[in-house]
T-cell receptor, first 112, second 115 residues
Framework: GAGVSQSPRYKVAKRGQDVALRCDPI?????LFWYQQALGQGPEFLTY????????KSGLPSDRFFAERPEGSVSTLKIQRTQQEDSAVYLC??????????FGPGTRLTVT | AQKVTQAQTEISVVEKEDVTLDCVYE???????LFWYKQPPSGELVFLIR??????QNEISGRYSWNFQKSTSSFNFTITASQVVDSAVYFC????????????FGGGTRLMVKP
């Protein structure tokens, strides 16, 4: 595909469950970003990869959040022991060295 | 640290009115980018514009125009002759080259255009 894809698009988890959210960036894009968008707010930075290296994870809200990009392409954001406050839309963006970021459609996570 | 403020949380206009969305930013870097995104009810972020900190020329694209003023750290967005399809949440964002180009977003302005 030509754009960034994310799966699943919607995820409902019971409190305490683990979830894994996937991002397929645009082919060849070295940079990959994860953002969290709570209802009624702007997206907030979570973490940043350049190829397989996680260069910044300062935005991850707790040690229950973990992201990886083992081969420098697909990335997975994992949330362990989900809590209600984790309910949000999780956005992924990728970019090349010179381009702007291209956003995926997001994964809407609802924790019940 | 960088910060983006969109003081208008919600604006309501009648179709064909002009509307300006305000954006004020803070950064200590001299090299940065400013962005506007549209987020319709479907939820995806639609890219509208990127400007770099060295280009203060105003830009016009159809009914959209942007006014970048470094002296006041503002990057305002005007929609001329608004249409119902312009109804959405609009986000202003900043990225600093020295911060890995991650985006800092404002809180967004919800624009409602009534027929």
């Amino acid at each position: 595909g030509a754009g960034v894809s994310q799966s699943p698009r919607y995820k409902v988890a019971k409190r305490g469950q683990d979830v894994a959210l996937r991002c397929d960036p645009i082919s060849g894009h070295v940079s990959l970003f994860w953002y969290q968008q709570a209802l009624g707010q702007g997206p907030e930075f979570l973490t940043y990869f350049q190829n397989e290296a996680q260069l910044d994870k300062s935005g991850l809200p707790s040690d229950r959040f973990f992201a990886e990009r083992p081969e420098g392409s697909v990335s997975t954001l994992k949330i362990q022991r989900t809590q209600q406050e984790d309910s949000a839309v999780y956005l992924c963006a990728s970019s090349s060295q010179t381009s702007r970021g291209y956003f995926g459609p997001g994964t809407r996570l609802t924790v019940t | 640290a960088q910060k983006v403020t969109q003081a208008q949380t919600e604006i309501s206009v009648v179709e064909k009115e002009d509307v300006t969305l305000d954006c004020v930013y803070e950064t200590r870097d001299t090299t940065y980018y400013l962005f506007w995104y549209k987020q319709p009810p479907s939820g995806e972020l639609v890219f509208l514009i990127r400007r770099n900190s060295f280009d203060e020329q105003n830009e016009i694209s159809g009914r959209y125009s942007w006014n970048f003023q470094k002296s006041t750290s503002s990057f305002n967005f005007t929609i001329t002759a608004s249409q119902v399809v312009d109804s959405a949440v609009y986000f202003c964002a900043l990225s600093e080259v020295n911060a890995g180009n991650m985006l800092t977003f404002g809180g967004g302005t919800r624009l409602m255009v009534k027929p």
